[in-house]
């Protein structure tokens, strides 16, 4: 279990622990069983719209994307937090077997309500440093006393 971050210890502009996920067709596949898109756009490379659309490949889905910025997220939160209001926006393609680097940023922290207030920007990047997937979280967190 990871550990459990507390409002006495985020700074604004701190960076949350990122990580890189690289999507193979495998993933796609089992992501495409539980979600029910089974859109061939996702996992089949012959899908003639692919080549038709200039696409060079098969795309990750927008809402596998969503998850892993969610997993960020509730990373930051830990299991005494509580994630008060997440979304994304779909801005860029991300494509199968390419590296997907999940990152955030504390963008306020404030007390509000008698809670401790945690606001994050959080997204997925392309291997040329495009924000593909931004978003938004807001987390409150224990004080440690």
Known sequence: MAEQTYFDDVKEGQELPEFTIQPDKQQLVKFAAGSGDFNPLHFDEKFPMLKGMGIADNIVHGRFKYAQVGRIVFAFAG????????????????????PIKVKGVVTAKKQEGGENIVELDVWTEDADGKKTTPGTAVVALPSKG
């Open 79 to 98: 299991y005494k937090g509580r994630v008060k209001k997440f979304g994304v926006s779909y801005r860029g393609m991300d494509l199968i077997n390419t």
